[in-house]
């Protein structure tokens, strides 16, 4: 029986690739909507990104809803420097025939949440966890009710991405990320420890061009372009393939491994805002809140979502 999941993302290019991953794997992943969230760039663009990805990959019955436009105390941080001007730089992704639900985000979690079955929706977050907070926030009842948050974001042997200290999506809305850490949910996350272990190598995007396939090409393309950044940045053979390592810790949990550990969101320090504080080796007592990946086999990571990939048009 398929997993019942909702994908809260910002897509950027790797979002995009997390998204494709998803919808490629119907016998697994029953996509109840697809929600966007302020973060890469502003709402309105993730929102129309979204759109663009699921009418790329023919899914047009996967419903679609704008959610957050900032985080909830603080202004938005955007990254155009990292994933272009639309947020999805790289491919001619034409104009968006499908549209938006009329129903918040929000408001979307919450009705799913409370209409299902206990502990049958998986939430998976590919951006700031601002939508799945204000949710928690504006419906308490809910947490209890989570299958799992699988999410991707933090670090800690890795540190930062943003900033020395944090990572991107923790960064833009850490007090969002703290609500949902200290929910109460089982959460799995997904922190750069394990996603700057998964490079995309000149080989492995040419695969994925190789397919020929509209997909594969548009996949080919958004990672060619969003590298550029992190080949600069990071100097290695490839850049890091984040988000989809979401989707593929659902449908193949045995790539990765990592243990249960506490984590806690710096919220009040300006120099490490976002931090997510890891007690990794468990030097405190804090209650265990989140299963940390910590690494990964990238060879089965990219096979896998190649062979998925090329199921689409």
Not at 20 to 45: F, H, R, T, Y
Not at 73 to 78: A, F, S
Not at 215 to 240: H, I, N, T, W
């Amino acid at each position: 029986m398929a997993r019942k999941i909702i994908i809260d993302t910002d897509p950027g290019q790797d979002d995009a690739v997390a998204i494709l991953l998803a919808l490629a794997s119907p016998q697994e992943l029953d996509i109840l909507g697809v929600v966007a969230v302020a973060g890469n760039v502003g709402l309105a663009q993730n929102a129309r990104n979204a759109l663009k990805v699921v009418e790329l990959s023919g899914r047009d019955d996967v419903r679609v809803f704008a959610g957050c436009p900032r985080p909830m105390m603080r202004e938005l941080v955007t990254a155009e420097h990292v994933h272009g001007q639309s947020g999805l730089d790289g491919p001619d992704l034409p104009e968006p025939e499908i549209a938006l639900q009329q129903q918040h985000g929000v408001d979307f979690i919450i009705e799913t949440l409370r209409s299902e079955p206990e502990k049958t929706v998986t939430l998976c977050a590919l951006g700031p966890l601002t939508n799945l907070a204000m949710a928690l926030v504006k419906a308490p009842d809910i947490a209890s009710r989570i299958e799992e948050i699988v999410l991707m974001g933090g670090a800690y042997f890795e540190v930062g991405n943003i900033t020395p200290a944090a990572e991107f999506n923790i960064y833009v809305d850490p007090e969002a990320a703290q609500t949902v850490f200290q929910c109460g949910a089982p959460i799995t996350m997904m922190p750069l420890d394990v996603t700057h272990q998964m490079l995309g190598t000149p080989d492995r995007i040419a695969a994925f061009a190789a397919l020929g396939n509209r997909s594969g090409m548009a996949v080919a393309a958004m990672l060619g372009f969003s590298e550029r950044f992190d080949l600069k940045k990071y100097g290695g053979p490839g850049a890091p393939l984040h988000d989809p390592c979401v989707i593929a810790y659902l449908l193949a949990p045995q790539i990765f491994e990592g243990k249960t550990c506490n984590v806690e969101i710096e919220t009040g320090s300006a120099l490490t805002r976002g931090m997510t504080v890891t007690d990794y080796w468990h030097v405190t007592d804090r209650a265990p809140n989140a299963n940390f990946i910590r690494s990964g086999d990238s060879d089965a990571f990219f096979a896998l979502i190649a062979e998925r990939i090329a199921r689409l048009p």
